[in-house]
């Protein structure tokens, strides 16, 4: 059903294309209701999408908790502990963030992972703002402006990260991003030192031992690794 909707308004958006440029004003100014009509379908889509995502998500962990067995019945809060005073792990390295945060998480990782990162960058922005030590989402906050090619903000973001976090990978994360932000720069000597730092955190990235290779043979065209794909594993 999905597949045949988008396979739709593909073609309707391809026609709107191959016509904008010679259609009058007034076709224009269809053309352009039509699109953000698809538009906002498209993002009723995406958002109907994470909230599936986050819900199965959920389970899975539900059933791993259970060791795999779920007898349909959900584990009860503490009676001490009230709905809004519950609260998950960022990550087991970091510190834990309430549920409202971790709603957030889930929905900006989930655009992180449709390439949406303009959208994702938003929704991390809104974690670090309510929790400021939340490495997790910083370190996907300072990789979404990678891809945006925002590099002051990333810069920025990383060089907290590497002063805030204890954990090897995302140290050496921090370090190689900072080091691709320097090399596009052209300061190859700074990028190198940076690189390195990664690699002394994590010898087992290869990122940044494949950048400093790449700064090391001086050609015309640097090819940098940022650590995005390693995100898949958290």
């Known amino acids: 059903m999905f ?34 009509e698809m538009k906002r379908i498209s993002d009723s889509f995406i958002e109907e999408w994470l909230l599936f995502e986050e819900k199965l998500s959920d389970f899975k962990e539900q059933m791993s908790s259970n060791d ?39 929905k900006g990782q989930g655009y992180y992972k449709l390439f949406m990162f303009g959208q994702a960058a938003a929704q991390f922005q809104l974690i670090i703002n309510q929790t400021p030590e939340c ?16 590099w002051s903000e990333a810069q920025r973001h990383f060089q907290l990260l590497v002063v805030l976090t204890d954990f ?6 921090g370090y190689n991003a900072l080091g691709c932000i320097q090399a596009i720069h052209l300061n190859v000597a700074r990028a190198e030192q940076l690189f ?3 690699c002394d955190a994590d010898p087992s990235f290869k990122d940044p031992q494949n950048n400093l290779q790449s700064c090391k043979n001086k050609s015309s065209h640097l090819s940098l690794y940022f650590g995005s794909t390693e995100l898949c594993c958290l």
């Open 135 to 150: 490495n997790l989402a910083r370190l996907f906050l300072g990789m979404a402006h990678m891809h945006l090619q925002n």
């Open 68 to 106: 795999g067995i779920y007898d349909g019945q959900s584990e009860a809060a503490p009676a001490n502990q009230s709905a809004s005073q519950t609260s998950v792990a960022c990550h087991i390295f970091d510190l834990e963030i309430p549920d409202e945060a971790a709603i957030i998480m889930n």
């Open 196 to 198: 390195r730092q990664a």
């Open 168 to 173: 090897p990978k995302w140290l050496a994360m």
């Open 3 to 36: 597949k045949q909707m988008f396979a739709v308004m593909n073609q309707k958006l391809d026609q709107i294309i191959a016509d904008y440029t010679g259609a009058s004003a007034n076709a224009k100014h269809e053309y352009e209701q039509d699109m953000d």
